[in-house]
């Protein structure tokens, strides 16, 4: 490794992290907020950053694989902690606090630690949704478009931020594809931005809303999140954009340039759109007979289910309400998550599919012992080396959960809400159960336990291997 490099590359992000930050700024000057926060937050951020980049200048670039691990586990860490700032030099939330929110932020968890979200200045709230709308695309995917222009290569970066069984590119060049893909995010985010305008919603909430929608994170500048809204159309809006943020972003880019049969024969989409419907299903036939309006049910259903699964995590009816079978399936669905190559977290729906296809070949070689069952996937024989990966990711997935559940246990909480509020954190979802639950919030854990909680955050939005291979000693051998 070059580790000398490694902090070179990470004062660049810094750097770009304190730029970002002149959006809040302006928007606080604008609009009569005060600007100390993010001016204070810009030049702790620029002068590190700018301090780091000069003292690792180096004529030795370049980026390994081991350092793509390290640098993007850095950058992760590194904008939380400029992220916290101005929630922390506004004096709204403690240290831990503001870790908790900004890690929840660029993550795209959505669990938040503020009560009361709507006491926030409006241009807390603006820089509340833009951290989880720069992490739904992934920060590094943003740098990767960027940095080649300071003769940075960027593909060790985008196999560490990616490191699922399959990486899709839809352009040649690394740097075209993230252009591409963060072209699609934006003209979705400003076609999400106009509907809920259209829907009634003023600029400011419907921009927020549009930022934490595609991003599948889920903050709200409302305390009683989308469903607080009491429209109908502004939340049949957020289900298509959540489901759309949910899928493969490669297929959006398919799709926009006709390739519509490839879309159509896509294993996953299928599996997840089957997932979705199956889950609505269920939660319709336990939901029936609450005695509520059928119109307002089939949405009740329909939106938890899509917003579960896209580990979106907004709320637009108290599910706590709800019977324990409907409970059930939505805590189910958390395992599940999003497609790959989508912002959403969890598992993602590439690695069920294949871990099911691999439990068929195994079920099938007890019958058969001596025949030859190769897992396929789109017509291809799928290698032992990507079967045993999956197979690690979800017992690693499986052993954190079990292990942040038993933390949050010790700290005196039920049986509920420990488990659910350790796979909303692994899972990237936001709500859960109990304490947890659809209308409540993670303020009332010790700082022990929220620090816990953003650790899993950070490995769930790096899908785990990126930062445990960080805790290996031979990592650290040359």
């Given at each position: 490794?070059?580790?000398?490099?490694?902090?070179?590359?990470?004062?660049?992000?810094?750097?770009?992290?304190?730029?970002?930050?002149?959006?809040?700024?302006?928007?606080?000057?604008a609009?009569?907020?005060?600007?100390g926060?993010?001016?204070?937050?810009?030049?702790?951020?620029?002068?590190?950053?700018?301090?780091?980049?000069?003292?690792?200048?180096?004529?030795?670039?370049?980026?390994?694989?081991?350092?793509?691990?390290?640098?993007?586990?850095?950058?992760?860490?590194?904008?939380?902690?400029?992220?916290?700032?101005?929630?922390?030099?506004?004096?709204?939330?403690?240290?831990?606090?503001?870790?908790?929110?900004?890690?929840?932020?660029?993550?795209?968890?959505g669990?938040?630690?503020?009560a009361?979200?709507?006491?926030?200045?409006?241009?807390?709230?603006?820089?509340?949704?833009?951290?989880?709308w720069?992490?739904?695309?992934?920060?590094?995917?943003?740098?990767?478009?960027?940095?080649?222009l300071?003769?940075?290569?960027?593909?060790?970066?985008?196999k560490?931020?990616?490191?699922?069984?399959?990486?899709?590119?839809?352009r040649?060049?690394?740097?075209?594809?993230a252009?591409?893909?963060?072209?699609?995010?934006?003209?979705?985010?400003?076609?999400?931005?106009?509907?809920?305008?259209?829907?009634?919603?003023?600029w400011?909430?419907?921009?927020?809303?549009?930022?934490?929608?595609?991003?599948?994170?889920?903050?709200?500048?409302?305390?009683?999140?989308?469903?607080?809204?009491?429209?109908?159309?502004?939340?049949?809006?957020?289900?298509?954009?959540?489901?759309?943020?949910?899928?493969?972003?490669?297929?959006?880019?398919?799709?926009?340039?006709?390739?519509?049969?490839?879309?159509?024969?896509?294993?996953?989409?299928?599996?997840?759109?089957?997932v979705?419907?199956?889950?609505?299903?269920?939660?319709?036939?336990?939901?029936?007979?609450?005695?509520?309006?059928?119109?307002?049910?089939?949405?009740?259903?329909?939106?938890?289910?899509?917003?579960?699964?896209?580990?979106?995590?907004?709320?637009?009816a108290?599910?706590?309400?709800?019977?324990?079978?409907?409970?059930?399936?939505?805590?189910?669905?958390?395992?599940?998550?999003?497609?790959?190559?989508?912002?959403?977290?969890?598992?993602?729906?590439?690695?069920?599919?294949?871990?099911?296809?691999?439990?068929?070949?195994?079920?099938h070689?007890?019958?058969?012992?001596?025949?030859?069952?190769?897992?396929?996937?789109?017509?291809?024989v799928?290698?032992?080396?990507?079967?045993?990966g999956?197979?690690?990711?979800?017992?690693?997935?499986?052993?954190?959960?079990?292990?942040?559940?038993?933390?949050?246990?010790?700290?005196?909480?039920?049986?509920?809400?420990?488990?659910?509020?350790?796979?909303?954190?692994?899972?990237?979802?936001?709500?859960?159960?109990?304490?947890?639950?659809?209308?409540?919030?993670?303020?009332?854990?010790?700082?022990?336990?929220?620090?816990?909680?953003?650790?899993?955050?950070?490995?769930?939005?790096?899908?785990?291997?990126?930062?445990?291979?960080?805790?290996?000693?031979?990592?650290?051998?040359?």
């Open positions: 490794m070059n580790r000398r490099f490694d902090l070179h590359v990470l004062g660049w992000l810094l750097l770009l992290t304190s730029a970002l930050l002149l959006v809040p700024l302006a928007f606080a000057i609009f009569h907020d005060a600007p926060p993010f001016l204070g937050a810009l030049l702790l951020a620029a002068l590190a950053g700018g301090g780091l980049v000069f003292m690792t200048r180096t004529r030795e670039r370049g980026l390994r694989a081991r350092d793509g691990f390290l640098v993007v586990s850095g950058a992760w860490l590194i904008t939380s902690v400029v992220g916290a700032l101005p929630y922390l030099l506004a004096g709204v939330l403690g240290p831990v606090d503001a870790l908790f929110e900004s890690v929840s932020g660029f993550t795209t968890t669990s938040t630690v503020i009361d979200v709507t006491g926030l200045p409006r241009s807390l709230l603006l820089w509340r949704a833009m951290t989880q720069l992490g739904g695309m992934g920060i590094i995917l943003f740098s990767i478009a960027i940095l080649p300071l003769g940075i290569g960027g593909m060790q970066l985008f560490a931020e990616v490191p699922g069984p399959v990486a899709d590119k839809v040649p060049r690394l740097a075209a594809t252009r591409t893909l963060w072209g699609l995010y934006v003209g979705f985010t400003v076609a999400q931005w106009v509907l809920l305008m259209l829907c009634g919603l003023d400011f909430e419907a921009l927020c809303h549009a930022f934490t929608t595609l991003a599948t994170g889920g903050f709200s500048t409302r305390n009683g999140s989308v469903g607080e809204f009491g429209s109908p159309a502004v939340e049949w809006v957020v289900i298509v954009f959540m489901l759309v943020a949910g899928i493969n972003f490669v297929l959006h880019y398919k799709l926009l340039v006709g390739r519509w049969r490839d879309v159509l024969r896509d294993v996953e989409l299928r599996y997840f759109l089957a979705v419907s199956t889950a609505v299903a269920l939660l319709l036939v336990v939901l029936w007979d609450s005695g509520g309006n059928v119109h307002e049910t089939v949405r009740a259903a329909v939106f938890q289910a899509v917003s579960i699964i896209t580990t979106t995590g907004y709320v637009s108290d599910f706590e309400r709800w019977p324990h079978a409907a409970q059930f399936f939505l805590v189910a669905l958390m395992f599940f998550g999003g497609m790959s190559g989508s912002t959403g977290g969890g598992p993602k729906s590439l690695r069920i599919v294949l871990a099911l296809r691999s439990l068929r070949a195994t079920v070689r007890f019958i058969h012992p001596h025949a030859v069952v190769p897992v396929k996937y789109h017509g291809q799928v290698g032992d080396e990507v079967l045993s999956v197979t690690a990711f979800l017992t690693a997935y499986a052993l954190l959960a079990g292990a942040a559940a038993a933390v949050v246990a010790a700290a005196g909480y039920d049986f509920t809400t420990a488990v659910s509020a350790a796979l909303t954190a692994i899972g990237n979802v936001g709500p859960g159960l109990g304490a947890v639950g659809a209308m409540d919030n993670f303020a009332h854990f010790p700082a022990l336990v929220k620090l816990v909680l953003s650790a899993c955050m950070l490995l769930g939005r790096l899908e785990i291997f990126t930062i445990l291979v960080l805790c290996s000693r031979q990592f650290w051998k040359h």
